[in-house]
C-alpha cells in the first residue's frame, strides 16, 4: 500500500498481532499520532512571532517593527520550524530518495526546503523577500494535515485490533487439585479450560461439561446468542452468558478460528487489486508531474520578468498542491476498513480483486446442501425390500457405513440410529464411490449404500412402486450386490434462501442451484425459491464443467460451495466463494469466505462490494479532480485577473483534499 504520514509504510501497519507481546502496531500508531500532535503545537507557537517579523505581514497591517537583528531572529525561529516541524517530511524524502520511490514525502520534503533555502540566502545578503512566514505555515498545515488522518486511517485500522483484543489475555486451566490461572498464549491442545458467566472464551475446543448460550456476533456476524452443550465446538473471542463449562483446547491460540481471521484481514488489507495499482500508478505520475509543473512555472514566471520569490512562490505552491497524498489514501483507507468491516460481518476477505469484482457478478451458482438448504438431512422414511430384513435392521447396517462419513446424508442417518438406541456394527475395507456412495464389509457381508445414479449407471433396475418425494434424497442399501432396500431423507429449506433469490433477482443477477442431488428435489427446491434454473445429478469433477459452460456464454460466475468437493468449481469460478460455520475455514481455493452458510450473507457480500467499489472511485475521482481545477491556479493561471494561491492555502486545500478522502472512506457500511 502506499505510505502513509510520516513516511510510515501502511503495509507495515499490523506485523504484530499478538496484544501481549512488546509494542504492537496500535501502540507505535498511537506514538506516531502523538509525535504529529506535539509538533504541530510547537510549530503553531513559534509561527506567530515568526509572522510578526515578516516584512510583507507588517507592510499588509501598516505598521513597521522591523529593529537591528530581527531577521536573523526570524531565521532562528523559522530554523526550527523547518528542522523540527518539518522532519518527518525531510525524512520521509531521504527514505523516498532511497528506495527511489519519490511520492508525497519527496514533494514536500523539496518544497519546504526550497522555500527555506531561498529565505536564508535572503537574509545573507540575497536580494528579495524572504518567505518564512509562508515556510511556517505551510508546514503547520502539512502537520496538522497529517495528524487529522493519521487519526481517521487509525479508525480503519483499530477494527482490526478489536479484533486481536476479542482474545482474552488469560484463561482459567483446570488442573487435577485445582483451577490455576495461564496465559492465553501457553495453552495447547487437550488442556481443559473453565469458562465462566459473562467472560470470554480463550480457546477454541469441545465443550467437555456444562452448557451456555454464547454470543459468537463479533465473529461470525450471527446476533443471535446460540445454545451451545456438551460436545459442542466453541470458538475463541465468543462471549459467554451466565452459565459456565469446561472446554478441552482443540489446538494452541496461534491457530485459533480468531487468529486465522486476523491473519486474513491482515493479509486482505496488504494485498492489492486492481483499483489500488490503478491509485498507485496514478500517484506516481501525479508526483511527475508535480515537479514538472512545478520548475515549469517557476521558469515561465522568471524568465517573463517576474521576481525570483513570486516565481519560487509559485513553484512552491505547485509542488505542494499536486502532492498525491489525497489520492495515495483514496484505495487504502477504503480497503483497511472494508475487509475489517467484513470480518465483523463473517466475511472473510481472502482475495481483494475477487471481493472487489463482486460489483461484476452476473450469475451465482449456489450448492443446494448447507447454503439454501438448512443441511440436516432427517431420515424421513425407511423401506425394506427383502422380507428377512426388517427396516431397523436395514437402518443399523446402512449406519455402518455411514460413521466414517461427514456427508450430511450420513449425519442424518446416523441421528436416527441414535433415536432408535441402535449399536452401530464395526465396517472393514471401507471405500468411497466418488460422488456415489460408499462400500465396506459389515459382519460378514458386502454393504453399498450409494445414490440413484449408481443404480442407473450399473444397470440395477429400481424397485417396483418405487417413487421419490419432490424433496426426498434417496439412498440405496445394496447387501451382497443385491438391492436391500432403501432409506429417504429430506432436507429444509432455509428460511432466509427466498429472501436472498429475490434481493439477487432485483440486482439482476441470476441463481442457479448446482447440485449431486436428484432432478426431483433440485426442481422443487429451484422453484420454491424462484431461482432462474438447476443443474442436478452433478459429480464434484462436473461442476468445474458447469461453471466453464457458464463462463463461455460471457457470464461472470460466482460459486459458492462448502469446499471440500467443491474445491475444483471454487478455484475455476471469477469468484469462488466457501461456505462453512464455525472454524472451517479450509477452502484454500475461495477468495472469500462465509463464515455462516446463510444465502442473505452472500447477497451482502455483493452489495457490499459494490459499496466498498462506489467509494474507491468517489475517491479516486475527489483526489484527481481537485488536482486538476487547484494545480491551475497555484501555476498563476488567473494571476492578471488578481488570483493567486499562497502556498500555506495551497497546504489547506491539499490537508482538505486528504482529510475528505478520509471521511469518506470511514462511511462505509455492511448493509444487513
Not at 79 to 98: A, C, I, N, Q, R
Not at 356 to 368: G, L, P, S
Not at 381 to 399: G, M, W
Amino acid at each position: 500500500m502506499n505510505k502513509m504520514p510520516g513516511g510510515m509504510d501502511h503495509s507495515k501497519m499490523h506485523k504484530d498481532h499478538d496484544p501481549h507481546m512488546g509494542m504492537s502496531e496500535h501502540d507505535h500508531h498511537t506514538m506516531m499520532i502523538a509525535d504529529f500532535k506535539k509538533r504541530f503545537y510547537v510549530v503553531l507557537a513559534l509561527t506567530l512571532p515568526i509572522m510578526l517579523l515578516s516584512t510583507m505581514i507588517q507592510r499588509f497591517m501598516g505598521v513597521n517593527w522591523q529593529f537591528t537583528g530581527s531577521s536573523y531572529i526570524l531565521f532562528a525561529l523559522s530554523s526550527v520550524v523547518f528542522v523540527y516541524g518539518g522532519w518527518p517530511f525531510l525524512t520521509g524524502l531521504v527514505d523516498e530518495v532511497k528506495t527511489k520511490n519519490p511520492g508525497m514525502m519527496f514533494l514536500i520534503g523539496f518544497a519546504i526546503t526550497v522555500a527555506y533555502s531561498y529565505s536564508v540566502a535572503i537574509v545573507f545578503g540575497l536580494k528579495g523577500m524572504d518567505f518564512f512566514w509562508e515556510l511556517a505555515t505551510l508546514i503547520l498545515i502539512m502537520l496538522l494535515g497529517h495528524w487529522i488522518e493519521m487519526k481517521s486511517v487509525m479508525g480503519a485500522s483499530n477494527e482490526l485490533e478489536l479484533l486481536v483484543q476479542l482474545m482474552p489475555a488469560d484463561a482459567h486451566m483446570v488442573m487435577p487439585d485445582m483451577v490455576h490461572d495461564v496465559k492465553t498464549d501457553t495453552l495447547k491442545e487437550n488442556d481443559i479450560i473453565l469458562i465462566k458467566p459473562g467472560e470470554k472464551v480463550a480457546a477454541d475446543g469441545i465443550i467437555l461439561e456444562g452448557e451456555s448460550y454464547l454470543n459468537e456476533s463479533m465473529l461470525t456476524g450471527e446476533s443471535q446468542p446460540v445454545l451451545k452443550v456438551k460436545g459442542d465446538k466453541v470458538i475463541a473471542g465468543s462471549i459467554n452468558g451466565n452459565g459456565s463449562f469446561k472446554v478441552t483446547v482443540s489446538h494452541a491460540a496461534k491457530d485459533s478460528y480468531l487468529s486465522q481471521v486476523v491473519k486474513l484481514v491482515d493479509d486482505a488489507q496488504k494485498s492489492k487489486s486492481q483499483t489500488q495499482l490503478l491509485a498507485d500508478t496514478a500517484a506516481k505520475w501525479l508526483t511527475v508531474i508535480a515537479l514538472v509543473a512545478g520548475i515549469g512555472t517557476f521558469l515561465y514566471w522568471y524568465l517573463t520578468g517576474q521576481t525570483l520569490a513570486f516565481a519560487m512562490e509559485r513553484m512552491v505552491t505547485v509542488i505542494v498542491i499536486c502532492c498525491p497524498h489525497a489520492l495515495g489514501l483514496a484505495v487504502p483507507l477504503v480497503v483497511a476498513k472494508s475487509t475489517a468491516l467484513s470480518a465483523k460481518h463473517g466475511l472473510l476477505i481472502k482475495n481483494r480483486t475477487a471481493f472487489e469484482n463482486a460489483r461484476k457478478i452476473t450469475t451465482i451458482v449456489f450448492d443446494k446442501t448447507g447454503t439454501l438448504t438448512v443441511g440436516k438431512f432427517e431420515v424421513s422414511k425407511v423401506v425394506s425390500l427383502n422380507e428377512d430384513i426388517k427396516e431397523n435392521e436395514l437402518i443399523r447396517l446402512a449406519s455402518a457405513l455411514e460413521q466414517k462419513s461427514e456427508h450430511p446424508i450420513a449425519t442424518g442417518i446416523l441421528q436416527k440410529v441414535k433415536d432408535l438406541k441402535l449399536a452401530i456394527p464395526p465396517a472393514e475395507n471401507f471405500k468411497a464411490i466418488t460422488g456415489q456412495g460408499v462400500e465396506a464389509i459389515v459382519e460378514g457381508k458386502k454393504l453399498l449404500v450409494v445414490s440413484p445414479g449408481y443404480l442407473t449407471e450399473n444397470k440395477l433396475t429400481l424397485p417396483d412402486g418405487f417413487t421419490a418425494n419432490d424433496t426426498e434424497t434417496v439412498v440405496f442399501v445394496l447387501i451382497d450386490q443385491k438391492l436391500a432396500g432403501y432409506i429417504a431423507l429430506s432436507d429444509e429449506i432455509r428460511p432466509e434462501s427466498a429472501e436472498a433469490i429475490k434481493t439477487l433477482k432485483q440486482e439482476n443477477i441470476k441463481s442457479i442451484l448446482l447440485t449431486g442431488d436428484n432432478s426431483k428435489v433440485a426442481a422443487s427446491v429451484s422453484k420454491t425459491l424462484g431461482m432462474d434454473s438447476f443443474i442436478a445429478e452433478v459429480l464434484p469433477h462436473q461442476k468445474l464443467e458447469k461453471i466453464k459452460e457458464l463462463q463461455s456464454k460471457g457470464e461472470f460466475v460466482a460459486m459458492t460451495g462448502d469446499g471440500v468437493n467443491d474445491a475444483p468449481a471454487l478455484a475455476q469460478a471469477d469468484i469462488g466463494i466457501a461456505v462453512g460455520s464455525g472454524s472451517d475455514i479450509a477452502a484454500e481455493t475461495a477468495g472469500i469466505v462465509l463464515v455462516n452458510s446463510n444465502p442473505k450473507d452472500i447477497v451482502s457480500l455483493v452489495l457490499f462490494g459494490k459499496a466498498t467499489y462506489r467509494k474507491m472511485i468517489q475517491n479516486l475521482i475527489w483526489a484527481t479532480g481537485y488536482n486538476v481545477v487547484a494545480l491551475p491556479l497555484a501555476a498563476g493561471v488567473l494571476y492578471n485577473q488578481g488570483i493567486v494561491l499562497s502556498p500555506a492555502a495551497g497546504a489547506v486545500l491539499m490537508t482538505v483534499s486528504t482529510v475528505v478522502v478520509a471521511i469518506n472512506a470511514s462511511m462505509l457500511k455492511v448493509k444487513d
